[in-house]
């Protein structure tokens, strides 16, 4: 009897436990399901792309400056002094063309002109082709140190008084320049470095003038019967208007968007020359313009 008692309370706890688990409220058993894997504490944030000025396209602009010309004549009388020399005793075996009369010399000036170009990019990186064109205000004349030596006896047993002089000039100068350019995007600013090649149209006139007297006595006294002499006197003339220079080209600077479509620009240039006959012309400019680009 005692043992019945014992299993009729044994079903009944097994039949309440049962009863129990079924009436488990759903809510309940999702609190159950967050074991089952890890879940984000709060919402991932996306980090959008980078944005930079735009700065492709086509550009074109005007632009105003001044500039630094120098050049150097020293070499600059060699060439017509030489040809008109050429079949003497004296510049074979003397050379006076090689004797330089003419210096350096340096002038400020203003220049003013355009410019054109197009741009690709690469987010923060541009690179440009891009055409200058500058009308320079200067003018260098070369200064004149003559030179008056004697020289002798050549094969021949004569002796040669000799004086060079000379004079040299570039006038009405035009600049042009065809750049690559590489820029790097700082915010609204493009820094940018450029090399190129540099052309010109200029005057340019260099005057040589070799006097003297060529005394065939071998010694330098008084022309007579009893020891003649002849005068010696040429004058060669080089260069042309519109003379045609090349070159190249370096420098560097800013552009600096203030508008989508309006840009500001400052920047320096250093162009090299070396336009007949034998003139080294170096021009130094800093300018600043305004530009649109589409």
Do not use: H
Request: charged residues 10%; contains cysteine; hydrophobic residues 40%.
């Amino acid at each position: 009897m005692r043992t019945k008692t014992i299993r009729q309370r044994a079903t009944c706890y097994l039949l309440g436990t049962l009863a129990a688990l079924t009436l488990v409220s759903p809510v309940r058993a999702a609190d159950y399901d967050a074991l089952r894997g890890a879940e984000p504490i709060a919402p991932v944030q996306t980090i959008g792309p980078a944005t930079f000025t735009r700065w492709s396209g086509f550009y074109f602009g005007g632009q105003f400056g001044v500039d630094e010309a120098y050049a150097d004549f020293a070499n600059s009388t060699q060439q017509g002094a030489a040809y008109t020399l050429r079949e003497t005793l004296l510049e074979q075996q003397f050379s006076p063309s090689q004797w330089p009369v003419l210096g350096n010399t340096n002038t400020p000036g203003i220049n003013f002109g355009g410019f054109v170009g197009y741009s690709t990019q690469w987010q923060d990186l541009v690179l440009s082709l891009e055409a200058n064109l500058n009308r320079a205000a200067f003018s260098l004349t070369a200064p004149n140190s003559p030179i008056a030596r004697t020289v002798g006896p050549d094969s021949g047993g004569n002796v040669y008084t000799v004086n060079l002089s000379g004079s040299g000039s570039v006038t009405n100068i035009d600049l042009a320049t065809l750049r690559v350019r590489a820029g790097y995007v700082v915010g609204n600013l493009l820094p940018y470095g450029f090399v190129g090649a540099a052309f010109g149209l200029a005057n340019v006139s260099v005057s040589t003038t070799v006097a003297g007297e060529e005394y065939t006595s071998g010694s330098v006294t008084v022309c007579n019967a009893m020891a003649p002499c002849s005068a010696l006197r040429i004058v060669s003339t080089t260069g042309a208007n519109n003379e045609i220079m090349y070159g190249f080209a370096v420098g560097g600077g800013v552009d600096w968007a203030i508008l989508p479509n309006v840009f500001l620009r400052a920047e320096f240039e250093w162009d090299q020359f070396n336009p007949p006959p034998g003139i080294l012309l170096t021009v130094a400019t800093g300018r600043v313009g305004a530009g649109f680009k589409f």
